[in-house]
């Protein structure tokens, strides 16, 4: 059975927005807003239509549907939180009625009022009860008076809504021609109305062309205060701190850059002719492929080459070697030369060595010369730090017995100070560094001579493994 109240009954019920006139005018200005709370007026009188005039409490609640049931209440008489139909907003008044049975209440006074929507708010619930007694007392003020219908409690009319109107001067809010824009749940704009929402695809500063001199800044945070910007005055945009490029850059006039110094970079078909207006301005050739740097400004400028970056690289030989020959130097040279294989580890890899030796049955040391002569690659450059190394064995550490020596010829065809390259022995294959000294002559694409005397008598031998020519190019 329905709790509805039969002894009270309303007498007049009227809704208006708090200091509002409701008769029609103008619409308000923008900057105004309705005051968030809501003013009921009600007369209470019993069944035989007398004033009610005790002390009443009024508890008014928002639901979604029309129709009261007791499971709406806990048994202590409270609103059921999860009640089907409940919007969550309820608030109790304790009110006086005049003689004539006359009362108010500001509805949103004690509990702030939500932003009331057709979608989830339609229904004003009261209910009342006599001050001192409980919760379990409340009862339904009953809109019919009947208690058979599913009319329990009172529609909200227009000006309950007026408190999350969304209209200004006529004007609706949504993303169309003439309409407002609304901020969302950050305060910020929605990506969907700058400029997409309103169909345009730019968004122009200082459209009303009001900036006559200086700058048109866009502004990145008020403490950050990083700015990107165009300068009236030099035709050009700022930019106040780095910037990282993904892609690719196109530039069709000068790129400058100001550090210590100022240069340009640009493209030409000749440097030679090109002209040149700043020390260090870059120019690349397209006929060469190469960058130029200006020296001097003129029309032409002076250019010279810039330096190509430059990589280490090894030439490895291993015998038999290519292009070498067998030389005996008429003294002495009483032997026999013969390739070998040695697997040092018993695993493949850089322990696998191949080498000469060198052998006699003569008591008196013997020797033989082998010859390399090795073009330098095209973009040869220079030798590294240890331009030369060679793995070499001798049957015992005596130079008495065995030994190596290496002698060098630049592209020029004269000798080369070597250090590190004389009486090399070692009773295990070990690799020895050789450097060079003096002011040696090597030119790219042209050949060296390497000559590599093996010295042994019977009771030794002289091993040559793997020669490496340490070298950069650019």
């Not at 103008?26 to 968030?36: S, V």
């Not at 009319?151 to 200004?168: G, M």
């Not at 190394?389 to 130079?399: E, F, K, L, M, P």
């Amino acid at each position: 059975m329905k709790n509805k109240i039969a002894q009270i009954i309303i007498g007049a019920i009227l809704f208006a927005v708090t200091s509002a006139n409701l008769a029609l005018s103008a619409p308000p200005p923008g900057i105004t807003t309705a005051p968030y709370t809501v003013s009921y007026s009600g007369r209470l009188t019993d069944s035989a239509g007398n004033a009610v005039t005790a002390t009443q409490t009024v508890r008014f609640s928002l639901w979604t549907d029309a129709d009261f049931d007791a499971l709406d209440l806990l048994v202590t008489g409270d609103i059921d939180p999860v009640a089907g139909g409940f919007t969550g907003w309820f608030e109790e008044h304790t009110v006086t009625p005049d003689s004539n049975g006359l009362f108010h209440a500001q509805l949103g006074s004690i509990t702030t009022l939500p932003n009331v929507t057709l979608a989830t708010h339609l229904y004003l619930q009261v209910d009342v009860k006599p001050v001192a007694s409980p919760k379990t007392s409340y009862e339904v003020l009953d809109p019919t008076g009947s208690t058979a219908d599913l009319t329990d409690r009172h529609p909200l009319n227009s000006s309950f809504y007026t408190i999350n109107a969304d209209t200004v001067d006529n004007a609706d809010t949504g993303t169309g021609p003439g309409n407002i824009v609304m901020l969302d749940g950050s305060s910020l704009f929605p990506v969907s109305t700058i400029p997409g929402g309103t169909n345009v695809d730019s968004f122009t500063i200082d459209s009303d062309d009001s900036v006559a001199a200086g700058t048109i800044p866009i502004v990145f945070g008020t403490t950050l205060a990083k700015v990107i910007e165009y300068d009236l005055g030099n035709s050009r945009f700022n930019i106040n701190d780095n910037v990282n490029i993904t892609g690719g850059v196109e530039a069709s006039g000068k790129i400058n850059f100001a550090a210590a110094s100022e240069f340009h970079m640009r493209e030409v078909a000749d440097e030679a002719a090109a002209a040149c207006t700043t020390v260090s301005e870059l120019v690349l050739d397209t006929t060469e492929n190469v960058i130029y740097s200006c020296t001097a400004p003129g029309a032409p400028g002076t250019w010279a080459s810039t330096a190509a970056p430059s990589y280490a690289q090894s030439l490895v030989i291993e015998p038999e070697y290519e292009d070498a020959v067998i030389v005996p130097d008429g003294t002495s040279n009483k032997g026999k030369l013969q390739s070998f294989f040695v697997d040092t580890d018993g695993s493949p890899g850089n322990a696998n060595i191949n080498y000469y030796r060198w052998t006699t049955r003569q008591a008196g040391l013997q020797d033989i010369d082998l010859v390399l002569r090795v073009n330098l690659p095209e973009r040869f450059s220079s030798f590294q730090a240890t331009p030369l190394q060679i793995t070499y064995r001798t049957a015992d550490a005596n130079t008495a017995n065995n030994k190596i020596d290496v002698t060098l010829e630049d592209t020029a065809g004269t000798a080369v100070a070597l250090t590190g390259g004389s009486n090399l022995v070692s009773g295990t294959f070990a690799t020895g560094g050789i450097t060079l000294g003096g002011a040696p002559t090597f030119t790219a694409g042209q050949p060296i001579t390497l000559k590599i005397k093996l010295s042994a008598l019977s009771t030794g031998f002289a091993d040559i493994g793997r020669i490496s020519l340490n070298y950069i190019y650019n």
